[in-house]
């Protein structure tokens, strides 16, 4: 099998990638450079037409959407320390936690500088840019109360949920939230930076 990360570290991405050192399995990195907006040249437009990063190539086969990325990733590791439980229900636990991420608390986040998504409004844009710290803060809100189990996410054993919440965590300051308000989440951040594959990773920024 042949795979290769094309990404970036600043993003989402970084999710990804995470996983796929977690995974021990051989896979190749392409930094796509989103600050000259490499992401919209008609090269890699052809590899992902979203515009987004990560993408996954499989064998030649293009998959994005970090939850389905990191899903499979977990599917095709099965003896790493990203490996799905056996316990149906508990899988989908971690489906809908990942679900939240990407549906709400990265939307959320969006609003900061991606308002044209939503409105050709510059005061909407504006809008949208001053309520991020107050929808942060909400989504951070939720997890650390009702959704966090510690250490880990989903309690004792790692999981894919995890280097989705750390990437997303590393916006919280530019976002104008205090991780501190969030002891939970706060201490799964810490460990998450100890990890290996976290070290590795992040170096490459």
Request: hydrophobic share 40%; aromatic share 8%; with cysteine.
């Given at each position: 099998m042949k795979l290769q990360l094309q990404s970036n570290v600043a993003t989402i991405g970084a999710a990804s990638h995470i996983a796929l050192v977690e995974s021990e399995?051989?896979?190749?990195?392409?930094?796509?450079?989103?600050?000259?907006?490499?992401?919209?040249?008609?090269?890699?437009?052809?590899?992902?037409?979203?515009?987004?990063?990560?993408?996954?190539?499989?064998?030649?086969?293009?998959?994005?959407?970090?939850?389905?990325?990191?899903?499979?990733?977990?599917?095709?590791?099965?003896?790493?320390?990203?490996?799905?439980?056996?316990?149906?229900?508990?899988?989908?636990?971690?489906?809908?936690?990942?679900?939240?991420?990407?549906?709400?608390?990265?939307?959320?986040?969006?609003?900061?500088?991606?308002?044209?998504?939503?409105?050709?409004?510059?005061?909407?844009?504006?809008?949208?840019?001053?309520?991020?710290?107050t929808s942060m803060a909400q989504c951070m809100a939720l997890i650390e109360d009702d959704m966090m189990q510690g250490p880990w996410v989903h309690g004792e054993q790692f999981s894919i949920s995890d280097p989705y919440l750390f990437a997303i965590c590393s916006w919280l300051e530019g976002d104008g939230v205090s991780i501190s308000n969030y002891p939970l989440i706060a201490a799964h951040y810490k460990l998450m930076l100890e990890r290996p594959a976290v070290k590795q990773v992040l170096a490459i920024s």
């Amino acid at each position: 099998m042949k795979l290769q990360l094309q990404s970036n570290v600043a993003t989402i991405g970084a999710a990804s990638h995470i996983a796929l050192v977690e995974s021990e399995l051989e896979f190749t990195f392409v930094n796509i450079d989103m600050v000259n907006k490499q992401q919209q040249s008609s090269e890699y437009l052809r590899i992902n037409p979203k515009a987004r990063v990560p993408s996954l190539i499989v064998d030649g086969k293009v998959l994005t959407e970090t939850p389905a990325i990191l899903f499979y990733l977990a599917q095709i590791a099965p003896d790493s320390s990203i490996a799905l439980p056996q316990n149906a229900l508990e899988q989908a636990n971690i489906q809908s936690f990942n679900s939240y991420l990407c549906s709400t608390v990265h939307v959320a986040h969006a609003h900061k500088m991606r308002g044209s998504r939503w409105s050709d409004d510059t005061e909407v844009h504006q809008k949208l840019t001053e309520y991020v710290p107050t929808s942060m803060a909400q989504c951070m809100a939720l997890i650390e109360d009702d959704m966090m189990q510690g250490p880990w996410v989903h309690g004792e054993q790692f999981s894919i949920s995890d280097p989705y919440l750390f990437a997303i965590c590393s916006w919280l300051e530019g976002d104008g939230v205090s991780i501190s308000n969030y002891p939970l989440i706060a201490a799964h951040y810490k460990l998450m930076l100890e990890r290996p594959a976290v070290k590795q990773v992040l170096a490459i920024s």
